[in-house]
């Protein structure tokens, strides 16, 4: 266990579990949704914007694998123009559960299809503060098409504080084409352009933020956005100002 309060959201308390964890996943029922039900870019939380974003790699954990950067290998020759989808595993994907000596995990309505769909458009990484052998078993069912390129652990986080956080510099990818996917912003906090922060997820069966953050993460790929980081601010305040303007499905243009 790292420092108290270190990733809030019990990530890693729920993250080390050494047994091997069921799969149960929600009913695929994909109804009519809309934006305006939530927030999916809720404003960071003000200690994002207001700590310095300087971040310690390696860090310090003395019983984890080795690894160095850049995490990535080079991008082949033929997809080199490819943009990277970085995915947050616990309460961003799954929520896993400790039940008497049991465990297993919740799948989000949506993540294996969501995974499918932007393995299409997007190079998939896995990057979890979990420890790898709890995160493999977890991924190695939820990714039944193999779609998922690349996985990062705990060992891969960097220390910004009592806080592990994910830099992406480290990955050896173009920053103007990599988005972070996370329920805790803290954890995007070196690249904040680049983050989507995804509310947090437990057990909601009714949950469609994978259904609906898709269009967006369609057409960032499709238009070939120069920069995602723009994208996004653009995605966030034309949100933001239709949903205030009591706009029911709100609609983006990219410029
Ligand atoms: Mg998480």
Redesign the pocket.
Known sequence: MYGAGAQS?G?LEDSTSKGASKMLQGSGNQGQTSLTGKNPFAILKASAIASPATAVFPNNFANLPKVSPPFLDPLDEEDKDKYTLVL?????LIHNVEYQNDSFFLVRPGCVQFIETMAKYYEIVIFTAALQEYADQVIDQIDVGKNIKYRLYRQHTSQNGPFLVKDLSLLGRDINKTIII???SDNFILQPDNGIFISTWYDDMRDRFLEEITPLLREIVDKKVADVRKALRQYRDQVLRQVANGVKNPSIVFT
């Open positions: 959201g990530a947050d595993l616990d309460e961003t996370d329920n805790i």
